[in-house]
């Protein structure tokens, strides 16, 4: 699916997640939450609020949106 619902606990009721695949991000991509970024093995969940990039080194970084 493209999209699931689940609970956000920064808004405190269920939203729309976006589902992204991680295999599928590019060095320097960004998601903005609520997002779950699925991989092999782990979900990650991504808040509203939140966003992650890609790193050079493929590693996500995150953090809330307003840090930039």
Same mark, same amino acid.
């Given at each position: 699916p493209t999209h699931y619902t689940a609970f956000s606990f920064a808004q =405190? +009721? &269920?939203l729309e997640f976006a589902v992204r695949d991680r295999i599928g991000l590019a060095v320097g991509a960004r998601v903005e =939450? &609520? #997002?779950l970024i699925a991989e092999e093995t #782990?979900? @990650?969940y @991504?808040?509203?609020g939140f966003a992650a990039s890609v790193h050079p080194t493929g590693a996500l970084l995150i953090? +809330?949106?307003s840090d930039g």
């Open positions: =405190g +009721r &269920p =939450g &609520p #997002a #782990a979900m @990650l @991504l808040d509203s953090g +809330r949106e």
